[in-house]
């Protein structure tokens, strides 16, 4: 996997091309006045699992997932309307 530092201007001005880069597995790290404050990276199985799989086991693993599942389809559903 490959590691990049960037700023959080980078982060701002090109956007794109860093969520394609974390899409093919690059893993940046966010620096602000030079000091690291966060890695991005792709997300886990068990995030993924979160939002798109509809087990039981992953309900009880975050009681929030169906919460969080229906504001995003509503938000999708209102960009749609538009």
């Known amino acids: 996997m490959k590691t990049i530092a ?3 201007a980078d ?3 090109n ?3 860093v969520r394609s880069g974390i899409q093919k597995g690059t893993q940046y790290i966010l620096l602000y006045r030079g000091r690291p404050i ?3 990276n ?3 199985n068990e995030v993924d699992a979160m939002f798109f799989d509809e087990s039981d086991k992953i309900k009880k693993l975050n009681p929030n997932a169906e919460r969080l599942k ?3 389809a509503k938000r999708r559903k209102k960009r749609i309307q538009r």
């Open 6 to 8: 960037i700023t959080t």
């Open 11 to 13: 982060l701002r001005y």
């Open 15 to 17: 956007l794109p091309t």
């Open 38 to 40: 966060a890695e991005i």
């Open 42 to 44: 792709k997300i886990s």
């Open 70 to 72: 229906k504001k995003v």
